[in-house]
């Protein structure tokens, strides 16, 4: 070991998210000794909250399901929404995320399967019935003890609980896969291990500084370090710096995490940064603990501002919602209003999940006979909310929003209900008792960071690749910019940006 090193490797990984993971294990499969560094004592970030619907278009994994996907289709979909400023990672992106899932899906530890949720807008190329998929559930036996590695379920990990005796599902089977595949591979772990700093020698990155329980260490990377810790949505200092709506307690990242040293780190080394002002957005569900819980899937109900009116289709996509409650005016908090059709339940989802009597006694819920005693309990006009409820009531009646057009697009009426009425996503508001839940704006993690080229190489102030610096995930500026293209973009693109990183590093 040279002097000055506590540890040497050929590739050093800072996170533990999807993108992270999945660059660790091509680095690993290719023989290169690599390590993960993970500043909290669990893997997965905010990835293992997720569903881990990962958006790669034109893979195995569609032809299977018959699909008729085509790595055109998906092109003219990203270029329609996101335009040309990316055009090259974008490129990029559609052309290796075959390979990818090809060398994931080799390893017997990996297993994907589509499962239909559609892209969420309606432009050229889109698949109305979605081309993301999702890992298979991973019996917690073929886990065994690395169980213990990873973060469990957001309900789960707020209160401290492990894995139930179950299988792992969702982010949990995707991080798990994952991290058997790795350490099947010869690859290795730190925990508590937070980096800080990035060592810089003759102008390239050689390594990283952290800070861990026994104090300072300094990591070796012969071949390059692969920055994939997450954005810095919990840093409420860096949200206010950088202008982005919302605030960090609100995120739905776990807590310790994801507070932006690593690209400050970056930065600090001669790093360009972008899209900082930007975030994956949704409306957030108040809890009786002042968290928030992801809210998707409204299948009644409507949302109203401070003055007790509608301002958007409620059904939209969540980001589009909360892009919606980010825009000016009384918009934050909201309060999603909805009746006793479901016996006084949430007419959504809600992750966490909310339980009517604990939020009705903490007050982040109220419950009303009338919908004037309801706006008296949430401070709206109620001769606005009365309107608002008529308006809507109408507009059931006949299946036609004509204010926001709610239930017109094939999204809006994936998550909903048959019922009487002629428009699925428009139900009447006429079954008192009626509910009123605040919602604040949330997010799914911060998408502006450092610039990277096609290759996952980090990009200094003058444009140029800094040598023996890569990032993927929330910790890169997102290609999809100021939209989200479809469900699982963000761990699609880390993933495959990680395995790209890791290529060059070889090259």
Not at 222 to 251: I, K, M, Q, T, Y
């Amino acid at each position: 070991m040279a002097a000055g090193w506590d540890e040497e490797h050929d590739v050093v990984v800072v996170g533990s998210g999807a993108g992270a993971m999945a660059g660790a294990l091509v680095a690993a499969k290719n023989g290169l000794r690599t390590a993960v560094l993970e500043k909290t004592d669990r893997l997965g970030g905010t990835s293992a909250y997720s569903g881990a619907a990962s958006w790669l278009p034109d893979t195995a994994v569609q032809d299977r399901a018959g699909l008729g996907d085509s790595r055109a289709a998906a092109r003219t979909y990203l270029r329609t929404l996101v335009g040309e400023a990316t055009a090259e990672r974008q490129d990029a992106f559609l052309e290796h995320a075959p390979a990818l899932v090809s060398l994931l899906e080799a390893d017997p530890a990996i297993e994907f399967e589509w499962r239909p949720f559609p892209d969420y807008f309606a432009a050229p190329g889109r698949m109305e019935r979605g081309r993301s998929f999702v890992p298979k559930d991973l019996p917690r036996e073929q886990l065994g003890d690395l169980a213990a590695l990873v973060r469990p379920a957001v309900h789960l990990d707020r209160r401290g609980a492990d894995h139930p005796d179950a299988p792992l599902d969702g982010g949990r089977a995707l991080i798990g896969r994952l991290l058997l595949a790795y350490r099947a591979a010869g690859g290795a772990v730190r925990t508590g291990t937070a980096v800080d700093r990035l060592v810089v020698e003759g102008g390239r990155v050689v390594g990283v500084e952290a800070r861990t329980g026994a104090g300072r260490v300094r990591i070796a990377a012969r071949r390059g370090v692969l920055l994939a810790a997450g954005g810095f949505e919990r840093s409420p200092e860096l949200r206010r710096e950088h202008g982005v709506p919302g605030a960090a307690e609100a995120s739905m990242a776990p807590e310790g995490t994801n507070t932006g040293e690593v690209m400050l780190a970056a930065v600090e080394a001669g790093a360009a940064v972008d899209l900082m002002d930007q975030a994956w957005f949704c409306p957030g569900l108040v809890l009786p603990d002042d968290r928030s819980a992801f809210v998707l899937g409204l299948r009644g109900g409507f949302v109203v501002d401070g003055a007790g009116q509608r301002y958007a289709n409620e059904s939209l996509p969540y980001d589009r919602m909360g892009r919606e409650m980010a825009k000016a005016g009384n918009r934050v908090p909201s309060y999603f209003v909805f009746d006793s059709r479901e016996g006084g339940r949430l007419p959504a989802i809600s992750l966490p999940s909310a339980e009517p009597a604990e939020n009705l006694a903490a007050g982040t819920w109220v419950r009303a006979d009338t919908l004037p005693e309801l706006a008296a309990l949430i401070d709206v006009p109620a001769d606005a909310l009365v309107a608002t409820a008529k308006r809507f009531n109408e507009f059931a009646e006949t299946g036609t929003d004509t204010d926001f057009h709610r239930g017109e697009d094939a999204y809006d009426r994936f998550f909903t209900r048959p019922h009487e009425h002629p428009n699925p996503a428009l139900v009447p508001l006429d079954r008192p008792p009626f509910h009123a839940a605040r919602l604040v704006l949330s997010d799914l993690g911060t998408k502006g960071g450092l610039r990277t080229d096609p290759a996952g190489r980090v990009l200094g102030v003058d444009g140029a690749p800094l040598p023996g610096l890569h990032a993927t995930g929330n910790t890169a500026a997102s290609l999809a910019r100021d939209v989200y293209p479809g469900p699982g973009i963000p761990i699609g693109t880390a993933m495959v940006f990680g395995y790209l990183a890791v290529l060059a590093m070889m090259s």
